[in-house]
């Protein structure tokens, strides 16, 4: 996606709608970090593929360990603040769910980012885009911001319920 804000939009949506089993602010997080690659590919002018190894299923997979991993080390710096932004539940989770939302964040991003870019390679070591289908661009661009719109009535019934 061009624009990571989209990203935004499915994170939020359903992460809340799944916030009792899952982290949300681990998985809003997972969900927009692997475009930390372009961002410093554009901003620093490298040598470097837009679209490199993060968004690639194997990247992804590790960037959203490491992140659901570090998400729960520092779960209670943060929980306070999580639990007044209505972020999550009173259920506990474990080291085990912080892992799988990591995971499945990054995975979604790489997911709705690969039919949109012939340049990512999501099956790497596999050198071509399969999923690339430039088809699906705005049918993508619309179910990322109706999920927003989701989210976001649904952030505000929480909070004003």
Not at 15 to 30: D, E, N, Q
Not at 56 to 67: C, D, E, M, S
Not at 76 to 105: M, N, Y
Not at 123 to 129: C, M
């Amino acid at each position: 996606m061009p624009f990571t804000p989209f990203h935004l939009g499915p994170a939020l949506a359903l992460g809340l709608f799944s916030r009792k089993y899952i982290h949300i602010p681990t998985f809003i997080i997972a969900n927009v970090i692997i475009d930390i690659e372009p961002f410093m590919v554009v901003l620093l002018d490298l040598n470097y593929p837009l679209h490199g190894y993060l968004h690639t299923f194997i990247g992804a997979i590790i960037v959203g360990l490491a992140l659901g991993y570090v998400m729960y080390l520092f779960n209670e710096i943060f929980e306070a603040l999580w639990k007044r932004l209505f972020l999550v539940s009173g259920s506990d989770i474990g080291l085990k769910q912080f892992i799988i939302t990591g995971i499945s964040g990054t995975i979604l991003h790489v997911v709705l980012d690969a039919p949109l870019y012939y340049d990512i390679k999501p099956l790497y070591p596999i050198s071509f885009n399969p999923i690339y289908n430039p088809g699906l661009t705005l049918m993508i661009y619309m179910v990322c911001l109706i999920l927003g719109i989701i989210g976001l009535i649904y952030y505000l019934y929480m909070v004003l319920k």
